[in-house]
């Protein structure tokens, strides 16, 4: 009797696992894979082991400069890896590609997918201190993602070139998989709410996101007459250097300029209560997931020219492309769709068929268990 080839997914956060991967991690189990998830937990650990799954909690501190509390972390990681023996290992994001390399290498784990959800501020920053500091990591990369049975995972096609043209991986190992995929099942297209006009914002609360320049929009249009609704929801990732204070976003709530929600769970509906989705982001990002469920809600977006938005948003299809760092043609773009609902509708269309055609869950889901299948027969 054959048994079960063993999945080992690392990730940070167990929330994000949840958000972004647990969709996959069941189905790969339907698939046939043992499924195990390492990471951190504190909220979601119960829904994950509801799911079928099981769950290795594992403490990783994602801004830790010690070099010993580092070096005992990836020891952690190499006795997880030693004892479970995965057939696949599964990294997702910066910190548990590089150690998850360094443990999957040295307990002799060979076939290794590695998943960067958009390279983030360590490629899209050129402080002083990033650039010192990608150094290292772009030597070490091209140390550990070596492999005839390594595959890297990219969102987006800037991602690839950034990655071959610094020689970090070569072009055979990566597989474009184009986001996290959206469930159009979950994510529907609602009746715009009949009155008013709201712009929501959905994301972590970095002022990368572009958050500082939705505010600034909301106050331009205040200061044209609009009577506009702009809401955030998400929470400040404290580990980001970029971390909005909570101070900031409590008195931008309470001066009444927009309105700060935190994290919610019903996204859908935030959006059916919406009539435009904005994201400013000049992160880095991969293509975020909240464009895709904007869109899969049939929702226009104003978003930058950034890569990762752009390959959710054709300018002027089913939304508008902006500057980044730009809170005048923020605003004028969210002035444009919020005078025209006609447009709005027309956009928030297209924009679901983009769902439909390039981001359905299944797909994406699909084309990564091709990748596991991959390497499984390798």
């Not at 952690?76 to 030693?82: C, D, N």
């Not at 027309?346 to 991959?374: H, P, S, W």
Request: proline share 5%; glycine share 8%.
């Amino acid at each position: 009797m054959q048994t079960k080839k063993k999945l080992l997914f690392f990730v940070t956060e167990d929330w994000y696992f949840c958000s972004h991967r647990l969709p996959l991690g069941i189905s790969a189990k339907q698939a046939g894979y043992e499924v195990v998830v390492v990471t951190r937990v504190r909220e979601h650990g119960q829904r994950i082991r509801d799911a079928g799954l099981r769950l290795v909690p594992f403490e990783l501190e994602r801004q830790s400069a010690n070099p010993f509390q580092e070096f005992a972390c990836i020891w952690r990681l190499w006795q997880i890896y030693r004892q479970e023996r995965p057939d696949i290992v599964h990294h997702v994001s910066l910190k548990p590609v590089l150690y998850g390399s360094i443990a999957a290498r040295c307990a002799g784990v060979g076939k290794i997918v590695n998943a960067m959800a958009g390279l983030g501020i360590l490629f899209s920053s050129d402080s002083l201190k990033t650039r010192l500091l990608r150094i290292p990591v772009v030597a070490a990369f091209r140390l550990l993602l070596s492999g005839t049975q390594v595959r890297m995972i990219l969102q987006n096609d800037d991602n690839v070139r950034v990655l071959t043209d610094l020689g970090v991986v070569q072009k055979e190992q990566i597989r474009l998989i184009r986001g996290a995929g959206v469930d159009l099942a979950e994510y529907m297209v609602q009746p715009e709410p009949p009155e008013g006009v709201r712009v929501l914002l959905v994301g972590r609360m970095l002022w990368d996101k572009g958050v500082g320049e939705f505010v600034e929009a909301a106050r331009l249009l205040r200061a044209r007459g609009f009577a506009l609704t702009f809401t955030l929801i998400g929470e400040p990732d404290l580990a980001n250097p970029s971390a909005i204070p909570l101070a900031q976003l409590q008195a931008w709530h309470h001066e009444g300029i927009i309105e700060w929600l935190g994290r919610r769970e019903d996204i859908a509906e935030q959006y059916a209560q919406s009539h435009i989705a904005c994201l400013p982001s000049f992160y880095g990002e991969g293509v975020p997931k909240s464009l895709l469920e904007a869109a899969a809600c049939g929702r226009p977006i104003v978003t930058t020219n950034t890569p990762g938005c752009s390959d959710v948003v054709r300018d002027g299809e089913n939304g508008f492309l902006v500057p980044p760092k730009n809170a005048i043609a923020l605003a004028d773009a969210i002035e444009k769709l919020a005078q025209n609902p006609r447009l709005r509708a027309q956009m928030g269309l297209a924009g679901r068929k983009r769902a439909e055609r390039d981001f359905a869950l299944n797909k994406i889901v699909g084309e990564t268990l091709q990748v596991y299948g991959e390497l499984a027969c390798a």
